[in-house]
């Protein structure tokens, strides 16, 4: 063998082995398998939006009613100065993800000139009778790059064949193909469970599922049973402390709920239907002169109970009877979200430390590291060792900070899993326990009497397989009076409950040591 083929072979060789050797430490560890249930692609951009703005708007808003009785005059619908690109940049830069609107409330009038129907904004002198507001939102959301919803009210009190199954559910899926067909993407339906009992109605709901799932791949169907998202359960707009997306749908149906289930879904529900909060900014759904919206600081309460609980805030801002979004409103929401920039714009975790009781892959390892979770996405996370029994995850914020915010978030798309946590802060030289909370999920926000601490430690107490943590943020709210504004308190789980992993809360448990 000549020296020049013996280098080459030995340049072959080294390739080869060097090759090999970066190829073994590039290794990937996979991510841990889910937890089933999981969201569907729909589902996690619903909760990514997190606050959708509902539009409540029709004859009633011209009637001073709530609900119509289908009977209202459809010259009453004649707002001077409508402009659905005014509500849809109100719902842009109220961080708002998308807008719903009324396209049809019980009283049965439609904002749209369905075919299916002479009781629509065709038989109004809006527009001289040639206007869609469906079709004027759809344009301005799209221009404002947010997602459309539409309501399509079951309950009709205007149509004659409402009463006779088989022509109504004919006439309902007729409407709905309409509004599914004309206006681009549609990201939720609104199915309302509200149903006057005077007149016997069976609603087909599952063929109605089908067909709407068929017209719009993006779509979430909400309703009191989902299928895609639920209603919370109240119309406050606050979700249970304790609120599980993994929820059963069989033990509700659409108009009986049970309040107490649907505010806190179910730790072993089978399907992935997570709560969503409706609430108006005003008394009523509809638009009332003698009526004032909220105070900016009660509906940042409102977002701590919905978004902060794991849930979607749906908060309805009824246009007037000139078809715009009142000053008073409008001010109100610029505050709402001013308070919230002020808030979340500075998470005195950013530049921390974490260290973590183990992680999935080794110690060195970043994919799963627990600095993954100062960076403010659910796609990257902490993940520990397989096997623990004890989770912890330490914080050095690099000097003492003042703060009384905790937001905490776990990437559901790996399914939902921790059950109980707790949150300790070194103090004088002890760790004293500063809340006790329940469910995590896509967000919590945990509020609390401010404590002035550098060092935090974050325990998952118990969980329905390892525990993900995608989020965690420390912040200062100057605005809620935290002991006023019922701040989380210590938990008390029902010592039935069957908890598949959990670590005892000894104090000797606490220590630092095994960090
Ligand atoms: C209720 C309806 O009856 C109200 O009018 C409103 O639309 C609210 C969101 O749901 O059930």
Redesign the pocket.
């Known amino acids: 063998m000549s020296t020049t083929i013996a280098l080459l072979l030995v340049h072959l060789h080294l390739l080869l082995c060097g090759h090999g050797a970066a190829a073994v430490a590039a290794t990937a560890t996979p991510p841990p398998l889910p937890v089933l249930p999981v969201p569907s692609y729909a589902q996690l951009q619903w909760q990514l939006s997190e606050m959708a703005l509902?539009i409540?708007f029709g004859p009633n808003t011209f009637t001073d009613s709530?609900?119509g009785s289908g009977h209202a005059d459809p010259a009453v619908f004649a707002p001077s100065a409508l402009d659905a690109g005014q509500w849809a940049r109100v719902a842009a830069e109220g961080g708002f993800g998308r807008v719903v609107l009324?396209a049809k409330?019980?009283d049965g009038f439609c904002l749209w000139p369905s075919a299916l129907t002479d009781y629509s904004v065709a038989a109004s002198p809006w527009r001289g009778g040639a206007g869609d507001v469906v079709g004027e939102l759809s344009a301005a959301a799209r221009a404002e790059g947010i997602g459309l919803g539409l309501?399509l009210?079951p309950?009709d009190r205007h149509e004659p064949v409402y009463g006779d199954t088989v022509a109504y559910n004919e006439h309902y899926m007729g409407q709905m193909t309409e509004l599914l067909t004309r206006y681009g993407d549609v990201e939720e339906v609104?199915l309302?469970?509200?149903k006057g009992d005077d007149t016997y109605m069976d609603y087909m709901f599952d063929a109605w599922f089908a067909l709407i799932h068929q017209l719009q791949r993006r779509v979430v169907i909400f309703s009191d049973a989902g299928p895609d998202t639920r209603w919370v359960g109240d119309?406050a707009g606050i979700a249970g402390r304790t609120c599980w997306s993994p929820f059963n749908k069989t033990v509700v149906t659409i108009g009986h709920i049970i309040p107490e289930y649907s505010q806190s879904g179910d730790q072993f529900g089978e399907e992935w239907v997570p709560a969503e909060c409706?609430v108006?900014i005003r008394p009523g759904?509809?638009w009332h002169a003698s009526e004032k919206p909220k105070s900016a600081v009660t509906l940042l309460d409102i977002y701590y109970k919905s978004v902060g609980r794991n849930c979607l805030l749906i908060l309805?801002v009824p246009p007037n009877s000139s078809g715009l979004i009142s000053d008073e409103d409008m001010q109100v929401l610029q505050e709402f979200t001013e308070i919230r920039r002020t808030i979340f714009s500075h998470n005195f975790a950013a530049n921390a430390t974490g260290t973590a009781s183990s992680v999935r892959g080794g110690l060195e390892n970043l994919q799963f590291a627990p600095s993954n979770t100062l960076r403010d996405s659910i796609y990257s996370y902490w993940a520990p060792q397989e096997g623990q029994t004890s989770w912890e995850m330490l914080f050095d914020l690099g000097r003492s900070t003042s703060f009384n915010l905790l937001q905490l978030q776990e990437p559901i798309q790996m399914g939902q899993r921790v059950i109980e946590f707790h949150v300790d802060v070194l103090l004088g030289g002890l760790w004293q326990t500063i809340l006790e909370g329940t469910t995590i999920g896509y967000k919590r926000l945990l509020r609390f009497p401010a404590v002035d601490a550098r060092y935090l430690k974050l325990y998952v107490d118990s969980a329905r397989a390892d525990p993900l943590i995608a989020f965690v943020g420390v912040f200062m709210d100057p605005f809620s009076d935290a002991y006023g504004l019922d701040h989380e308190k210590p938990s008390h789980t029902n010592s039935s409950e069957v908890i598949m992993l959990r670590r005892g809360h000894a104090a000797g448990n606490r220590s630092t040591a095994t960090m």
Do not use: L
Request: zero cysteines; hydrophobic letters at 35%; glycine letters at 4%.
């Open positions: 509902f409540h709530e609900w009324t409330h019980h309501y009210s309950w609104w309302d469970g509200a119309e409706d108006s759904w509809f309805n």
